[in-house]
């Protein structure tokens, strides 16, 4: 099977971006097994094994070209009495190391060396405009088999919630409120995308410790550090349960508390009443079932039929520091956000714009809205699925997934991944401004935690109630 197909204009745009996915494993590294499964899955995957070349016009192409799987395997020699901090070191040095991209762009790195959650770390380092988060996360799971039975393919995460607003909702209401929705949805869209031009052009997020000096032209790249904390989904499905929300609104909920609890510790601040932070969150553009229809196709030997690449569109979403009494607080701001921002159609017009100024104006000018939009934000947010069960990769039980990038202008970038009874919170940091990122995952823990017991406590006065 072989590729030849244009670089869409949003993998184009992914020109300095990289993907660095932590894999724990829970079992000692057996290299040989591990290899022969990765070379078993590199034919099913005729992606990975594709360049980018520039095409009679110009324009880069993706063109299938020969594999030495050698070339893409990296057995690092880690020194140190502290194995966790390690690998961890090794990890953020990975930020820093230019990619050969004469060959397809991404790499395992074995690193054999036992840490507090696993018995051996495999990183994969890949140019992002190979995969989006989805398309990893499908990756994952087509080349994995269940923990529990390995004769099995590994389970596929459930699809997400149906899609809701104006546009999705069945029209079943009195044409007077289908009105009225209407009229709503084009009034959120054009005050989001109004939003989103603004910040194109001169609209800037405010000067903080979250957010990265404007960088000076042939600046080298800033090292990135990546940390990561695992949290239990059990205890966010409570407060989810407790409050009738979503796990999407608990997560951005304490995300804001724990931004919040950082910023005010280290500036001391007493008198500042809110900040807004706005963060750029990448959208999945697929359909909502395609993932499991994409494991499908590649179980079925139609691995040219999966939408790999990048299909995403972008929107902006608020995080507002403050320091609330009520930790539910956080979760009903973000609840009131988030409900806000699915009713509006900002992420489909801002991607089909993104296509069209590619198009007419080439790209130069995507390319400046893509670094004027991360440069006059501060963070970058995403959170995904990840498979419901344990799963084996290569013939090795996985212990964790804590996926991440570097080459964003932005100096924090978090990321939560799900993975079994678990949450994996991924950050991404600057090491310069961030010093000590070990804090902010102790503030996720703790806002976390108090989001919880503030949960149980509401949910017993209203038993008492009743």
Same mark, same amino acid.
């Given at each position: 099977?072989?590729? !030849?197909?244009?670089?869409?204009?949003?993998?184009?745009?992914?020109?300095?971006?990289?993907?660095?996915?932590?894999?724990?494993?829970?079992?000692?590294?057996?290299?040989?097994?591990?290899?022969?499964?990765?070379?078993?899955?590199?034919?099913?995957?005729?992606?990975?094994?594709?360049?980018?070349?520039?095409?009679? !016009?110009?324009?880069?192409?993706?063109?299938?070209?020969?594999?030495?799987?050698?070339?893409?395997?990296?057995?690092?020699?880690?020194?140190?009495?502290?194995?966790?901090?390690?690998?961890?070191?090794?990890?953020?040095?990975?930020?820093?190391?230019?990619?050969?991209?004469?060959?397809?762009?991404?790499?395992?790195?074995?690193?054999?060396?036992?840490?507090?959650?696993?018995?051996?770390?495999?990183?994969?380092?890949?140019?992002?405009?190979?995969?989006?988060?989805?398309?990893?996360?499908?990756?994952?799971?087509?080349?994995?088999?269940?923990?529990?039975?390995?004769?099995?393919?590994?389970?596929?995460?459930?699809?997400?919630?149906?899609?809701?607003?104006?546009?999705? *909702?069945?029209?079943?209401?009195? +044409?007077?409120?289908?009105?009225?929705?209407?009229?709503?949805?084009?009034?959120?869209?054009?005050? !989001?995308?109004?939003?989103?031009?603004?910040?194109?052009?001169?609209?800037?997020?405010?000067?903080?410790?979250?957010?990265?000096?404007?960088?000076?032209?042939?600046?080298?790249?800033?090292?990135?550090?990546?940390?990561?904390?695992?949290? #239990? &989904?059990?205890?966010?499905?409570?407060?989810?349960?407790?409050?009738?929300?979503?796990?999407?609104?608990?997560?951005?909920?304490?995300?804001?508390?724990?931004? #919040?609890?950082?910023?005010?510790?280290?500036?001391?601040?007493?008198?500042?009443?809110?900040?807004?932070?706005?963060?750029?969150?990448?959208?999945?553009?697929?359909?909502?079932?395609?993932?499991?229809?994409?494991?499908?196709?590649?179980?079925?030997?139609?691995?040219?039929?999966?939408?790999?690449?990048?299909? &995403?569109?972008?929107?902006?979403?608020?995080?507002?520091?403050?320091?609330?009494?009520?930790?539910?607080?956080?979760?009903?701001?973000?609840?009131?956000?988030?409900?806000?921002?699915?009713?509006?159609?900002?992420?489909?017009?801002?991607?089909?714009?993104?296509?069209?100024?590619?198009?007419?104006?080439?790209?130069?000018?995507?390319?400046?809205?893509?670094?004027?939009?991360?440069?006059?934000?501060?963070?970058?947010?995403?959170? &995904?699925?990840?498979?419901?069960?344990?799963?084996?990769?290569?013939?090795?039980?996985?212990?964790?997934? *804590?996926?991440?990038?570097?080459?964003?202008?932005?100096?924090?970038?978090?990321?939560?991944?799900?993975?079994?009874?678990?949450?994996?919170?991924? +950050?991404?940091? !600057?090491?310069?401004?961030?010093?000590?990122?070990?804090?902010? &995952?102790?503030?996720?823990?703790?806002?976390?935690?108090?989001?919880?017991?503030?949960?149980?406590?509401?949910?017993?006065?209203?038993?008492?109630?009743?």
């Amino acid at each position: 099977m072989a590729v !030849d197909e244009p670089v869409s204009p949003v993998e184009r745009l992914m020109k300095d971006l990289y993907v660095v996915a932590a894999i724990g494993l829970a079992a000692p590294l057996n290299l040989p097994v591990f290899r022969a499964g990765l070379e078993a899955q590199l034919a099913r995957h005729p992606y990975f094994r594709s360049i980018q070349v520039a095409g009679k !016009d110009g324009a880069p192409r993706w063109v299938t070209t020969a594999v030495n799987l050698d070339d893409h395997i990296v057995v690092a020699r880690l020194d140190g009495a502290d194995p966790d901090r390690a690998v961890e070191d090794y990890l953020a040095s990975l930020s820093t190391l230019p990619m050969d991209h004469t060959r397809p762009p991404w790499e395992f790195h074995f690193l054999d060396v036992r840490t507090a959650e696993a018995a051996a770390t495999v990183a994969l380092r890949m140019h992002h405009a190979l995969a989006d988060g989805v398309a990893l996360i499908t990756l994952l799971i087509s080349s994995a088999r269940s923990a529990a039975e390995p004769a099995k393919p590994a389970p596929a995460p459930p699809p997400p919630a149906r899609r809701t607003g104006a546009i999705y *909702a069945p029209p079943r209401a009195a +044409l007077l409120v289908r009105v009225w929705s209407y009229l709503l949805l084009a009034w959120h869209t054009l005050v !989001d995308v109004a939003a989103f031009a603004a910040t194109i052009l001169f609209l800037r997020d405010p000067n903080t410790l979250f957010k990265r000096a404007a960088a000076d032209h042939g600046e080298p790249r800033r090292r990135m550090r990546f940390v990561h904390r695992s949290f #239990s &989904l059990g205890d966010v499905k409570f407060i989810k349960n407790a409050m009738n929300y979503t796990v999407n609104d608990v997560l951005v909920g304490v995300t804001s508390a724990a931004l #919040s609890r950082y910023f005010f510790r280290k500036t001391g601040d007493t008198k500042t009443r809110g900040i807004v932070l706005r963060s750029i969150l990448p959208v999945n553009t697929r359909p909502t079932t395609s993932l499991q229809t994409d494991v499908d196709m590649i179980e079925s030997g139609k691995s040219n039929a999966v939408r790999w690449g990048n299909r &995403l569109g972008y929107i902006i979403l608020p995080f507002h520091l403050a320091m609330h009494d009520d930790p539910l607080e956080y979760v009903r701001k973000a609840k009131r956000v988030i409900v806000r921002k699915k009713n509006s159609l900002e992420v489909i017009i801002i991607h089909m714009a993104v296509e069209i100024v590619f198009k007419i104006l080439g790209p130069k000018a995507g390319a400046y809205i893509f670094n004027s939009v991360l440069r006059n934000t501060t963070i970058t947010f995403s959170n &995904l699925i990840g498979p419901p069960e344990k799963i084996e990769l290569c013939g090795h039980p996985v212990a964790y997934i *804590a996926p991440s990038v570097y080459g964003l202008q932005q100096a924090l970038t978090v990321h939560i991944q799900s993975y079994c009874d678990t949450i994996k919170v991924i +950050l991404a940091v !600057d090491e310069e401004q961030f010093p000590d990122p070990r804090q902010l &995952l102790d503030d996720f823990a703790e806002s976390l935690n108090l989001t919880k017991d503030a949960a149980a406590k509401a949910s017993t006065k209203l038993i008492k109630n009743e």
